[in-house]
């Protein structure tokens, strides 16, 4: 069906169609014929049927994205820490106001490193991935966590726990991009957004947990209040470890290596029993004649050529779509802390990020009903719409001194359980599905990884500016830091407006066709599309 030309250490390794198979078999005919008809199967199919044909590729995915309940539960630990007295006792410095206090600068040190960490897994995850495979990266990560987790645990100073944040920001880079490319990539059309937003769920309830546990231990003192949190990670990693070396590999990773028969093997795990041979083979075809298209468009898989030709267009959408993600997020993503300097008692701000982050769970779940009714577009750009205007809100709230006003710093709080209830059935987890769907097969991981990264800049800038911005032994802007990050909204949902197309209920072949012919953003929804002649009506 395909021969493959590929060097390891060469990125430009291509998959090459020719006229007939080795054996003489399959004709690129027959092969555009398969494509058209799995095409046509995928967009007949409903939500039951994508289950019931696909049951294994969606335990799969929830075992993949499993281990992001582990980042959230650690995250929620970085935020959490800063408000939390055992850990601001041990790690923290006494104040002139009689309280332990870990410093803004340090806040903002953990928070950086644990980005730049990230960074590190992601842009190593975009070679890896390419070259090892999605199973054998996530098992290596997995194991690394547990032996960083160690140095967490046993941290004897604030710079040895920073150390520690650092290093678990390799595997959480790695987990970041490769569960929602793993999810994207082993199931049909109506399922991807069900599966690439499981992203978002698993993130939330490893919040939930990791802050469920800090409210548990808030009335226990000493240095077991917050090492017992840090032992109660060794929990999930072996598990997943195990179940993802059981795991099929990625049938679109097969492909790109030139491994059709190895494809078909993984998609027969990945479907229910009943599968016919002809349903695998148009499936596989459906694969072979994207890369087809892609050959064509000149495509491979060097970072460099995400900055080149069609390709530099839909960079530009994958990396913008996730900068809008971190620009709604600060104040709601630091709602403990934020709240306890806006003068709420320790216990009621950890209280509101229980509710929070129960409220995110419920907000993904409307997400999956959504997203396939009013489209990926419309979610962003409204979430961006309310976040906007919510979190001026917030500015104008922090006019007034909240210390001095109860109800007020109360009302912020309602705000920010809102905002970040809308967020979760907008833009938090339709992010993952649009990120995944916008960019080639070949340059699908390092896409996302690019974006992410970007992401992670913008995440830094943030852990510089939200601690300074919000405590008041810094710079006391409290409450009014919202007028700062709604303005950055404002601008994000112009280029949403003008930039950001729809690719609901569309084939990645489809996608590759609409951007190879320059369809504008607003048109992506309304073109028709024809595989045979790749073309657009």
């Excluded at 058209?36 to 409903?46: K, R, Y």
Aim: hydrophobic letters at 45%; aromatic letters at 14%; a negative charge.
């Amino acid at each position: 069906m395909t021969h493959h030309q590929e060097d390891v250490s060469d990125p430009k390794s291509v998959v090459v169609l020719d006229e007939k198979d080795p054996e003489g078999y399959i004709t690129a005919d027959e092969i555009l014929k398969g494509a058209q008809q799995a095409t046509d199967d995928e967009h007949e199919m409903s939500f039951y049927e994508g289950v019931r044909k696909y049951p294994k590729a969606v335990f799969w995915s929830i075992w993949f994205s499993a281990a992001l309940i582990m980042e959230g539960f650690d995250h929620a630990f970085i935020s959490g820490f800063n408000a939390f007295p055992p850990f601001r006792e041990r790690y923290g410095t006494l104040t002139s106001s009689g309280d332990y206090q870990i410093p803004a600068d340090m806040q903002s040190a953990i928070g950086n490193g644990v980005q730049a960490g990230e960074i590190i897994g992601l842009l190593l995850n975009g070679l890896f991935a390419d070259w090892f495979g999605y199973r054998r990266v996530m098992i290596g990560c997995l194991v690394l966590m547990v032996a960083f987790i160690f140095l967490q645990f046993f941290a004897t100073s604030i710079y040895m726990y920073l150390g520690a944040e650092i290093l678990l920001g390799i595997p959480w880079g790695v987990f970041q991009t490769l569960t929602t490319t793993y999810a994207a990539e082993v199931c049909p059309n109506v399922l991807r957004p069900y599966l690439t937003m499981l992203v978002s769920l698993c993130w939330s309830v490893g919040y939930l947990i990791g802050t469920g546990t800090l409210t548990g231990f808030l009335s226990m003192e000493g240095e077991w209040a917050y090492r017992i949190p840090f032992a109660l990670q060794w929990a999930l990693p072996i598990p997943l470890a195990i179940g993802i070396f059981l795991a099929p590999e990625s049938p679109w990773w097969l492909i790109r290596r030139g491994r059709s028969e190895d494809a078909i093997k993984s998609l027969r795990r990945l479907r229910s029993s009943t599968v016919t041979e002809e349903e695998l083979n148009n499936t596989v075809s459906m694969m072979v004649y994207t890369v087809k298209i892609e050959n064509e468009m000149n495509s491979t898989s060097s970072y460099w050529d995400l900055f080149k030709g069609v390709d530099f267009r839909r960079t530009e959408i994958t990396v913008f779509v996730y900068l809008i993600q971190g620009l709604s997020s600060p104040l709601v993503g630091n709602v403990v802390y934020f709240l306890e300097q806006a003068g709420l008692p320790t216990a009621a701000a950890f209280d509101f990020g229980m509710g929070e982050y129960s409220l995110a769970i419920i907000g993904v779940f409307i997400a999956c009903y959504l997203s396939q009714r009013v489209g990926r577009r419309t979610l962003l750009i409204s979430g961006t719409v309310f976040m906007a205007s919510t979190t001026f809100l917030i500015g104008f709230l922090g006019i007034p001194d909240p210390a001095t006003h109860a109800n007020i710093a109360y009302g912020i709080g309602c705000i920010l359980l809102v905002e970040y209830f809308v967020f979760f059935f907008t833009i938090g987890p339709i992010v993952y599905t649009i990120v995944t769907e916008i960019p080639s097969n070949y340059l699908r991981t390092k896409s996302v990884v690019a974006a992410r990264t970007a992401y992670n800049v913008l995440g830094m800038v943030n852990s510089q500016l939200v601690p300074h911005m919000v405590q008041k032994a810094a710079w006391n802007w409290g409450a009014k830091a919202g007028f700062f990050f709604g303005f950055w909204m404002c601008l994000s949902l112009i280029w949403a407006y003008f930039r950001l197309p729809e690719t609901k209920n569309r084939t990645f072949a489809e996608v590759d066709i609409l951007f190879k012919n320059k369809v504008s953003a607003r048109d992506f929804k309304k073109s028709q599309v024809d595989l045979a002649t790749q073309t657009v009506v």
